[in-house]
């Protein structure tokens, strides 16, 4: 099995998939910035046992990372859990993208291996959505070649600044809202912030396309995509494992034979 390890600024997530590239499991914990190796560790091999899977049952490990300072952290914890070391997303890998930005390098991991398994799935162009911590919004056009994109902050850290900021806006939960036009405090909060969301990836999405000077497919990926996505008038994809296969694919191409 290979245990693939994506961590993200609010979520790690912790996937196993088999030889046959099927997700046998999946699951998330919380990022953390003060654990040590060993918490870590100790978290994986919980998750593990979890799904009844042994640390001998692992036969290699992929990590993807945009937060350096739990990075490693967390390898040094899969390393003394599986005794194996894993293969990390950067520079140096092949990814099949022909990354056209000004510094290449500075694409953030989790980009490439979202782009990837898109590509994997869908004829390009495409845009894909990535509704996390940040929103993100990214381009690859035709020859897979990785355009660029836009970053947006988060729909949570959009809430967690309102809250923050205003002294009579209380804390709320993201439930779909009934209605555009709110009768009370929390509906009115709820209606901006997701149809805000959904109506600001609409636009964002026809000002991409009218830059390009073509249509693209749109895909969506991330923890919040599946209650802002649904909101949206523009036709988008909904894929939820996109960063696990992307991993899995990004492994294959440079696994040892």
């Not at 914990?29 to 593990?48: C, F, H, N, P, V």
């Not at 990372?65 to 990075?71: H, I, M, N």
């Not at 990785?146 to 900021?165: D, F, Q």
């Not at 830059?211 to 939820?240: H, W, Y």
């Amino acid at each position: 099995m290979l245990l693939a390890i994506d961590i993200g600024n609010t979520n790690i997530v912790i996937g196993g998939i088999d030889g046959g590239g099927k997700i046998a499991f999946e699951a998330r914990i919380a990022t953390d910035r003060i654990k040590t190796s060993d918490q870590y560790g100790a978290e994986i091999k919980s998750m593990l046992s979890l799904f009844d899977t042994k640390p001998r049952d692992v036969a290699d490990c992929i990590i993807s990372s945009v937060v350096p300072p739990v990075f490693n952290s967390v390898r040094t914890g899969v390393m003394k859990v599986t005794g194996k070391a894993p293969m990390v997303v950067g520079p140096g890998l092949k990814t099949g993208l022909n990354i056209q930005m000004d510094t290449p390098s500075q694409v953030g991991s989790d980009r490439i291996v979202i782009a990837v398994a898109a590509l994997a799935e869908y004829e390009p162009p495409l845009t894909l959505l990535d509704l996390g911590t940040a929103t993100t919004i990214e381009v690859v056009g035709k020859g897979s070649a990785y355009l660029g994109g836009c970053i947006i902050p988060g729909v949570r850290i959009s809430l967690e600044a309102l809250t923050s900021r205003t002294a009579q806006l209380p804390g709320i939960s993201l439930d779909r809202p009934k209605k555009i036009i709110g009768k009370n405090t929390v509906d009115c909060m709820r209606s901006g912030i997701m149809y805000g969301t959904a109506a600001m990836l609409d636009g964002m999405l026809d000002r991409v396309e009218e830059e390009l000077g073509f249509s693209t497919t749109v895909v969506a990926t991330g923890g919040m995509a599946q209650f802002i996505i649904p909101l949206c008038r523009r036709e988008i994809k909904l894929e939820r494992d996109l960063l696990l296969k992307g991993l899995n694919i990004i492994y294959q191409k440079n696994k040892k034979t």
